[in-house]
């Protein structure tokens, strides 16, 4: 009956109850909806990151990642893909020859790293070949040494599809060599500093510039599943302790750093909608409190103990709460999924977004578990609130109050 | 034996300027169901006499007993409980819950005696229909008159079956019939029942009801007469 009185006690005064109600649903709304759109675009940059260039995992030689030299192959390469893939959790693997070279055009010239690849194996780990606009990914009709390039790269040496650009890297025995090659494609993804600094060739044909037969500097796998990335890598460490394996995370650290700020700021900005909230349910029960200081002393006259007076006050406060709560969880719910089927377009706000590899159509989206973070979040602001007023009406002195006119 | 025994209560308010002596050494006996009227000018103490007697105050010195209880040695949820037990209230107004209806107001005290809720719904339903009001059973304090809100009152603090009943001018805010009706109610529970009143007034027409008159004048018994 307590829960009934409660109940029926925060429609008394409704207009009073639905303004609270509507706050709480509306702060919610507001940053739910904030915080699905910034996962969503972490969650992008992730995936294109994953997706265009780190892949789940790589392999490497121990000291490949300290000087990218052309001696420091991965030992039996081709042997260790083909058992790699043979692995019911790995659903891809390539192996690319990497080298660090100059491309230039009559125009100009910049740094790039270049990744030999076979095109067939890479479709399987990158989607690179989606992001050509121009051109086409490794076709046919150029026989003789083509390159893939990015949008920004090709911008800045003012060249086109089937323009020639020259290669200049050192070989095997350290010596600078030298290559025509010609632009099949153009690729844009959506970051422009790896548009940039990233280009495509051919495995065959970097490997003869480089004299080496078959050089495999890195392993890119794909799994079937991301959350299976950490076992699979221990595995791994153990089945080839010579070798460096590397998740996502340890090739791309600033990612799950820029996950933790994201995750931070949510909160930050969470709390302070829920200090916010807080002071408005404050002020409601305390109203409330204040109004019927005559029936509650008559409650407490009747024989109503201090433990029941609490709970009635703390149940009232959690179903303004959670009716708010409900509502609010429910309207998000519903924006992020309709907002998520079309994406949200920030270009017209965000150009820039681009330059720190951001895209700037967003999918927000939000976890399960952080609708029922958000719920506990609120239940407890709505507990913590309920004690001031509480506290005031459980001093309420019987006699007095019933004198109160 | 007495159900109610008071020993030189005194009460001073200390909230104002100047302390004000509500009671000055009271010594009263109220026997099992006697049907007494505490009389006075406004001021004269009533209500700090029946807060004192009910537990909802503590004096400033003497000591009241319910029984065997010192009920001036009790604290916090023990007084909350020994209230709930033993005492029944009806105050001037703003009696019941106003969110429930008649009979869950009557109900809701059994429930916080944690009482079965067949025997809560069955009694509740038997005190509606001993005052009167059986097919108000449903409605809200806010629909009934003033004069139903008081019965129901009456029956809401018999429904703990209590050693005796305090009403502090119940009548106040009535016209006359319905003084007339729930004086009525409560003499017939009183004398079929045997249900102990006590209750203050400053209607005449109370007083002439009422087989024992208290007079208090200035925080002191002036005069205290039983009728025969
Ligand atoms: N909380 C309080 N603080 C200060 N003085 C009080 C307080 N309550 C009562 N008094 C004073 O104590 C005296 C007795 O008051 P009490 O309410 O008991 O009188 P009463 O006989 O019930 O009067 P009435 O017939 O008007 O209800 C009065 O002088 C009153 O002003
Ligand atoms: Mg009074």
Redesign the interface.
């Known amino acids: 009956?307590l829960f009934?009185?409660a109940w029926?006690?925060i429609w008394?005064s409704k207009l009073r109850s639905l303004v609270i109600m509507f706050a709480i649903a509306l702060g919610l709304w507001g940053g739910l909806f904030v915080i699905a759109l910034s996962q969503g675009m972490v969650n992008q940059r992730m995936d294109a990151l994953i997706e265009t260039s780190i892949s789940h995992l790589q392999i490497h030689h121990p000291q490949f990642a300290d000087n990218q030299q052309v001696k420091w192959v991965i030992p039996k390469g081709q042997a260790l893909i083909d058992s790699l893939r043979r692995l019911p959790e790995v659903r891809a693997a390539a192996g690319r020859t990497v080298v660090m070279g100059m491309v230039s055009s009559a125009a100009a010239g910049s740094g790039v790293q270049i990744d030999g690849i076979i095109p067939a194996a890479e479709r399987q780990v990158s989607k690179i070949y989606e992001k050509i606009t121009e051109g086409a990914y490794f076709d046919e009709s150029v026989k003789r040494n083509p390159i893939l390039i990015g949008k920004k790269l090709a911008t800045k040496l003012k060249v086109n599809v089937r323009s020639k650009i020259i290669l200049t890297l050192q070989d095997r025995h350290g010596n600078i060599t030298a290559g025509a090659f010609r632009v099949v494609g153009i690729f844009e993804t959506i970051s422009s500093r790896f548009d940039e600094h990233q280009v495509y060739v051919r495995a065959e044909d970097l490997n003869h510039l480089l004299d080496t037969e078959n050089a495999i500097h890195e392993i890119a796998l794909i799994l079937h599943d991301v959350e299976a990335v950490d076992p699979v890598a221990t595995t791994l460490r153990t089945q080839l302790p010579a070798l460096k394996v590397e998740t996502w995370k340890e090739t791309a650290p600033e990612l799950d750093y820029i996950n933790e700020i994201m995750n931070q700021t949510s909160s930050i900005f969470m709390l302070i909608i829920l200090v916010a909230l807080a002071f408005g349910i404050i002020n409601t029960m305390l109203m409330a409190i204040l109004e019927r200081v005559?029936?509650l002393g008559?409650?407490?006259?009747?024989?109503?103990?201090?433990?029941?007076l609490f709970s009635m006050i703390l149940l009232e406060t959690l179903f303004l709460a959670a009716t708010g709560g409900i509502v609010g969880t429910l309207v998000s719910m519903g924006t992020v999924w309709l907002v998520a089927r079309t994406g949200i377009d920030l270009s017209v706000f965000a150009e820039g977004l681009r330059d720190f590899g951001y895209d700037t159509v967003i999918y927000p989206v939000l976890a399960p578990e952080f609708y029922l973070e958000v719920g506990l979040m609120v239940f407890i602001t709505a507990i913590l609130s309920a004690l001031y007023p509480a506290w005031k009406a459980l001093k309420l002195?019987?006699?007095e109050a019933?004198?109160t006119i | 034996m007495a159900v109610i025994r008071t020993k030189d209560l005194k009460k001073t308010y200390n909230s104002s300027m100047v302390p004000v002596h509500a009671l000055n050494g009271i010594d009263l006996t109220i026997e099992k169901g006697e049907f007494t009227a505490l009389v006075g000018p406004s001021g004269s103490g009533k209500t700090t006499l029946l807060n004192l007697i009910g537990g909802l105050d503590q004096p400033t010195s003497g000591k009241v007993w319910v029984e065997e209880t010192e009920i001036t040695q009790l604290k916090g949820n023990d007084l909350i409980d020994f209230r709930l037990k033993s005492i029944g209230f009806v105050f001037q107004a703003y009696n019941l819950i106003p969110v429930l209806t008649a009979q869950e107001n009557i109900e809701f005290i059994m429930l916080l005696q944690k009482r079965p809720k067949k025997e809560r719904q069955q009694r509740a339903l038997e005190l509606l229909n001993a005052v009167g009001l059986k097919d108000r059973a449903h409605n809200r304090p806010g629909q009934l008159s003033g004069g139903q809100q008081q019965r129901v009152a009456v029956a809401r603090a018999l429904a703990a079956k209590p050693k005796f009943v305090l009403a502090d001018e119940p009548t106040a805010n009535l016209d006359s019939t319905s003084t007339a009706n729930l004086l009525d109610l409560m003499a017939e529970l009183n004398q079929q029942e045997k249900v102990t009143f006590i209750f203050s007034t400053h209607d005449q027409r109370v007083i002439d009801r009422a087989r024992r008159v208290v007079w208090l004048e200035d925080g002191r018994i002036l005069s205290d007469e039983t009728k025969m």
């Open positions: 009956m009934l009185i029926r006690n008394r005559r029936e008559m409650l407490m006259a009747v024989g109503m103990n201090k433990f029941r002195h019987p006699a019933i004198r």
